[in-house]
């Protein structure tokens, strides 16, 4: 193997790694501090155990997040190194304003949240949990700013051999980042609100646990889980929309769309003949992907022999089709789970609509709990399309992938570097697994701090010894 | 002064930040398994950087973010061609980050022991590299005309380079001893204190090897700086004898304050020797990266200025209170998070 594939192969491992655990920071930053809000106002000392067992499983996995994090910055100097030249000018800004404005911000305030509940004030401490949040937040705005930028690159010239910034706001408010970055967000909040549900539902499954407080945080995930679902279907609608129009290409190899239509059918299901650009057997859905792509039946949707056509006379020859069998195939997984997110989270709904106690439906429960995975499929397959789509580009129209590798690295110690990442990624996974089961399977600290003596309350009469 | 020479002034200011704050946190995880005999101690001894170890890292990221904005050329030469010190120093880093968070989650004393050798290994592994990368970067290294880096792993790994490394471990290790006798309390205390002498010798011995070793491996002690050093690396120097000093004395406050102005100082003194070069060819001054030709456009130079003069500050205030809030020493008798 060459020392293009394995950057590339590397960069999809620690990327989709990375991204396994930076949803869960950002959504569950926020609903614990939803939490600890709803503590500091009612002065419910429930809410404070909510807040501390999540809390835990909070930082649990903020540690991977952060620490793989490394990794993503330095990688594009050592693999990248070429891409690093030509997109510097630009693609740096937000990665030093992603490090200033946002890590400083989570990191000095989560650790003051950590060690800061018998120092500072309630609110204070409420004050820190909120700035890690709004912290988490940023960074992902800033790092979606060079991503959007990679898939549509604006605010620049080319001079000097390199892309030059000449309009920072428009860097910084790209209309491929305004779509994105809702959706990012949006899919964290689903991300954090089903596994917050998930585990709830497994302790709310046992006879003897906290119910009171399971039961609401129950309920609080799944109204966060829903408003991020219902949002990442409906951003995630239109990000499509203005993907037609900047990355038609992206769209037509998502669909599996061989030749312009108008009006263009969906497909349910493909099997393409990659060789040959055409179908083998396929169901469709006549003029829907007009509809989707432009709200009307009639529209004209693009089809990759068409671009790949109109993308010689302007770049010149060469293959400009992603590979359309992962992207067909990660575009549906993504919708498809997403989908079955929404459904079930609707149904959750309804049972507390309908004031049913809980645990009264175990089966329910059971598929709540493994539902957690849902989330993490839909996100990493999510990214998967959105980077392979864009291939074989790694600017999009300005400089493909292959341009961008470090050509000073030998292919050996890219493979070096992908097996050692690989390996001690695969044993931090199984050393973070088995925490987080461990904590998430823990009953929540008794309220020991409280004025009423824990163990008279009704709520915890059930909780076994800690 | 112009944007060029402003960057590489912020730069070198965020490196002396890392240093200074990661430096002692570095020399905690390297003291770990020396003065933390007990599971106790050991969570003492960790939990006096518990509240501050991850925002010092982000210095270094900031740093290298930093240095991809303001001088791309320089980024990918020095990322691409140190790479493996750069794997190994991830590796190490990934690992310390991680087992902070992990260690005190288990009761197993397997587990406990795992973590802590990682914190150690987390913290010896990036101080020793930081001192090698610094060390090739005086010393210059092979880069071509085209701005790429043509040597290999191996030819980092110099008897300059190493020494270097040498010495910024034992800098580091005299940092954070001095940082714990601040902060923690007995038994760790007692053996802390007990070790000062020799470990303030080592850094001493060792930092004065580094220099004169750099009188004759490279040309910023001749060239850049003179026989007369100047005043930044005298102050240096300086600054770690009094801190001995002070350190017989039992004036642990001023003796962080010198090993702290040590390690300013000696940052700013290598940043001093290098200007107006980031990165000198070994092969040919003329293919040497300079603050000129590996910077970005005017335009992004002063897009990252404003930035930096608005948020610089703002992180200084809270970072500092957080180090305010957080000022007791950690006693057996203290809450451990960690």
């Known amino acids: 193997m060459d020392a293009l594939l394995l950057a590339r192969l590397q960069f999809a491992i620690v990327t989709v790694y990375h991204f396994f655990f930076v949803p869960l920071t950002l959504g569950l930053s926020v609903l614990v501090a939803i ?11 429930m809410y404070k155990r909510m807040t501390k067992f999540f809390g835990t499983l909070f930082l649990i996995n903020f540690a991977i997040g952060v620490a793989t994090g490394i990794v993503q910055e330095f990688q ?8 690093s030249r030509f997109v510097g000018d630009i693609f740096g800004v937000p990665l030093a304003i992603e490090a200033l404005l946002a890590f400083f911000m989570e990191s000095v305030f989560l650790g003051i949240w950590v060690f800061g509940w018998e120092k500072l004030s309630k609110k204070a401490h409420l004050a820190a949990i909120w700035l890690v949040a709004l912290g988490s937040n940023l960074s992902a705005f800033w790092i979606l700013v060079a991503n959007s930028w990679m898939q549509e690159p604006v605010g620049f010239h080319l ?3 390199r892309a030059e910034m000449t309009d920072f706001l428009a860097v910084a408010t790209n209309t491929h980042l305004l779509h994105q970055f809702p959706h990012v967000i949006f899919s964290a909040m689903a991300t954090a609100g089903i596994t917050v549900v998930a585990v709830s539902a497994w302790h709310l499954l046992r006879k003897k646990t906290d119910h009171e407080l399971f039961t609401q945080s129950f309920k609080m995930g799944l109204i966060y889980a829903f408003i991020g679902a219902l949002l990442v279907g409906t951003s995630g609608h239109t990000q499509a929309q203005h993907m037609v129009e900047a990355q038609p290409m992206k769209m037509a190899a998502a669909e599996a769309l061989w030749d312009t239509e108008q009006p263009a059918a969906l497909s349910l299901f493909t099997i393409g003949d990659l060789a040959q650009t055409k179908d083998v057997f396929s169901i469709r859905m006549p003029t829907l992907l007009s509809f989707l792509s432009c709200n009307n039946f009639t529209c004209e949707v693009e089809g990759i022999n068409n671009l790949q056509a109109q993308y010689e006379q302007q770049y010149g020859p060469g293959d400009y089709v992603p590979p359309v069998f992962i992207s067909y195939w990660t575009f549906r997984l993504m919708v498809g789970i997403g989908s079955l997110m929404i459904a079930l989270l609707l149904y959750s709904l309804y049972l507390v609509w309908r004031k049913k106690p809980l645990p009264s439906h175990s089966k329910f429960l059971l598929i709540m709990v493994w539902a957690f995975a849902l989330p993490y499929l839909a996100n990493s397959f999510g990214w998967i399309f959105t980077e392979v789509g864009r291939q074989p580009w790694i600017v999009f129209g300005l400089m493909k992938t292959e341009q961008g590798v470090s050509n000073t690295v030998p292919a050996g110690t890219v493979l070096l570097s992908l097996i050692s990442y690989t390996l001690l990624y695969a044993a931090l996974m199984v050393a973070d697994a088995y925490l987080l089961v461990k904590y998430a399977r823990k009953d929540p600290e008794p309220a020991a701090d409280a004025e009423a003596p824990a163990l008279s309350s009704p709520s915890i009469t059930g909780v076994e010894g800690v | 002064m112009d944007l060029n020479t402003i960057w590489f002034i912020l730069i070198a200011v965020l490196f002396s930040g890392f240093f200074l704050l990661e430096g002692f946190d570095y020399g905690v995880g390297i003291l770990l398994p020396f ?4 599971d106790e101690d050991r969570r003492m001894i960790i939990n006096t950087i518990g509240p501050f170890w991850d925002g010092n890292e982000v210095w270094m990221l ?3 973010g930093a240095m991809f904005a303001a001088f791309p050329e320089w980024y990918a030469t020095l990322f691409s ?19 902070f968070e992990f260690r005190s989650k288990d009761d197993n004393p397997k587990w406990r022991k795992f973590w802590d050798w990682m914190i150690f290994i987390g913290s010896l592994v990036p101080a020793l590299l930081w001192g090698v990368a610094v060390g090739n970067l005086l010393r210059g290294v092979p880069i071509d005309a085209d701005m790429n ?4 792993f191996f030819g980092l790994l110099n008897p300059f380079a190493l020494l270097a490394g040498l010495a910024f471990v034992a800098v580091f290790t005299l940092h954070g001893l001095t940082f714990l006798l601040l902060k923690v309390g007995d038994p760790v205390l007692e053996r802390a204190k007990n070790i000062t002498t020799k470990v303030w010798l080592a850094a001493v011995v060792l930092l004065v090897l580094f220099v004169v070793y750099g009188y004759f491996a490279t040309d910023i002690f001749t060239k850049a700086l003179g026989p007369n050093p100047g005043s930044v690396a005298l102050i240096a120097a300086l600054a770690i004898l009094v801190a001995g000093w002070l350190l017989r004395e039992g004036r642990y406050g001023w003796a962080f304050a010198m090993t702290a102005v040590t390690v300013i100082f000696t940052t700013l003194t290598a940043f001093i020797g290098l200007f107006p ?5 070994s092969l040919n001054p003329e293919w040497s990266l300079t603050i000129y030709n590996a910077s970005s456009s005017p335009y992004t130079l002063k897009v990252m200025t404003i930035v930096a003069v608005m948020f610089v500050p703002l992180v200084l205030i809270y970072q500092g209170w957080s180090y305010w809030k957080f000022r007791e020493r950690i006693t057996q008798e203290t809450h451990l998070e960690y």
């Open chain 1, 35 to 45: 939490m600890e809000t709803a503590y500091v106002r009612t002065g419910n000392e």
């Open chain 1, 76 to 83: 594009f100097g050592m693999n990248w190194s070429e891409y």
């Open chain 1, 159 to 161: 001079q000097n051999g």
């Open chain 2, 35 to 38: 003065l933390g005999k007990k």
């Open chain 2, 62 to 64: 900031t740093a290298g």
């Open chain 2, 81 to 99: 061609g140190f790479y493996i010190a750069l794997l190994l120093m991830l590796l190490a880093l990934i690992t310390r980050a991680v087992a």
């Open chain 2, 149 to 152: 880096f043509v040597g290999s």
């Open chain 2, 277 to 281: 070069l980031v990165m000198p060819s």
